[in-house]
């Protein structure tokens, strides 16, 4: 069965840096999703993307974060320079088409800023 | 605004005992509502959703829930736990905006299953 995939499933990073948490989604769907949990928190919506650019992004997603589609298979989120409360574990969810569809939720990778 | 509201961050129950996982919604327009769960190491597994047809939703693994558009509820059953059920279980809400149709959580139930 088709199952979204992330990598990796821990990274632990230093305040300041870079990240790029990857992402492959099914392969025919459309709609691809990033969404983060806080320990002990909500899951909480961060961006909707389709048709190569961001459908949607909340307040939480600003000037630091950026997602990108390369290569017609890979979905990535980058944080461009981690703060302490960029610790979260990081979904990547997609659906194959509009508005009621499922979406397919990835197994997240859980990001460390020490 | 659509939101979720789950009352009770852990249940516990004995095996073969109803499970009652409880979800209230707020929405000004028909909602679209759906359970999912978390086991764990592992993303989000959806159970069941409702979509404005049957109120008594059935879902795998031998969930159910009932829409109850006078309560504004959305609770999740199932008439017997077995151990296997012991994970992390979200309601959620679609929020229309757009095709991207972006879900909004609660802030999740987690269930244990004694012996």
């Known amino acids: 069965e088709p199952e979204v995939t992330q990598t990796p499933s821990h990274q632990v990073t230093q305040m300041g840096q870079e990240v790029i948490l990857r992402c492959v989604p099914i392969?025919?769907?459309?709609?691809f999703y990033w969404y983060r949990q806080i320990l002990g928190q909500k899951v909480e919506f961060l961006v909707s993307f389709y048709n190569n650019e961001i459908s949607e992004k909340s307040e939480i997603f600003d000037d630091q974060f950026s997602v990108e589609r390369p290569d017609g298979s890979n979905f990535t989120l980058k944080i461009r320079s981690t703060k302490l409360e960029d610790s979260a574990m990081y979904f990547c969810a997609s659906k194959v088409g509009l508005a009621l569809n499922e979406q397919f939720f990835g197994p997240g990778t859980r990001l460390t800023v020490l | 605004a659509q939101s979720v509201t789950q009352l009770g961050s852990h249940v516990s129950v004995s095996e073969g005992a109803l499970v009652l996982l409880r979800c209230n919604y707020s929405s000004s327009v028909p909602p679209y509502l759906f359970w999912y769960v978390q086991y764990p190491n592992q993303g989000l597994q959806l159970l069941l959703k409702y979509t404005s047809a049957a109120t008594l939703v059935k879902g795998i693994n031998g969930f159910e829930a009932e829409f109850k558009k006078s309560e504004t509820s959305f609770h999740l059953t199932k008439p017997s736990a077995h151990m296997s059920d012991a994970a992390e279980y979200f309601c959620?809400?679609?929020?229309?905006?757009?095709?991207?149709?972006?879900?909004?959580f609660g802030t999740g139930t987690r269930l244990q299953v004694t012996l």
């Open positions: 392969s025919n769907h459309l709609y």
């Open positions: 959620a809400v679609i929020v229309n905006t757009g095709t991207a149709s972006k879900l909004t």
